[in-house]
Nanobody
């Protein structure tokens, strides 16, 4: 079971990046998925998450309206589109997954997930 994150990099404020996370060894269809980040000196925090099925995505207040989470089950890959990036979005971003549905109240809690990608650095700076 493996999650491989990619797509991070250096971007100017106001710019965009799309993170990808490819799953292998399991079928992402049956897993709730999440994106998390860890800013320097801070604890890991939830950014976005989705349960299985056709349910919508949940977002942290700090990224609502700017980030969009999606999944392509045919490609076994999840994505995080990040627009209007701000310097405070600078962090290592992680993808995560857990089997089966997840309650909305648990969705953005990193302790709810047991499979993690390796992290990808996003730096927003001029």
């Amino acid at each position: 079971v493996q999650l491989q994150a990619s797509g991070g990099g250096l971007v100017q404020p106001g710019g965009s990046l799309r993170l990808s996370c490819a799953a292998s060894g399991f079928t992402l269809d049956y897993y709730a998925i999440g994106w998390f980040r860890q800013r320097p000196g801070k604890e890991r925090e939830g950014v976005s998450c989705m349960s299985i099925g056709d349910g919508g995505a949940y977002y942290a207040d700090s990224v609502k309206g700017r980030f969009t989470s999606s999944r392509d089950n045919a490609k076994n890959t999840m994505y995080l589109q990040m627009n209007s990036l701000k310097p405070e979005d600078t962090a290592v971003y992680y993808c995560a997954a857990r089997f089966n549905r997840i309650l909305a109240s648990m969705c953005l809690d990193p302790n709810s997930y047991n499979y993690w990608g390796q992290g990808t650095q996003v730096t927003v700076s001029s």
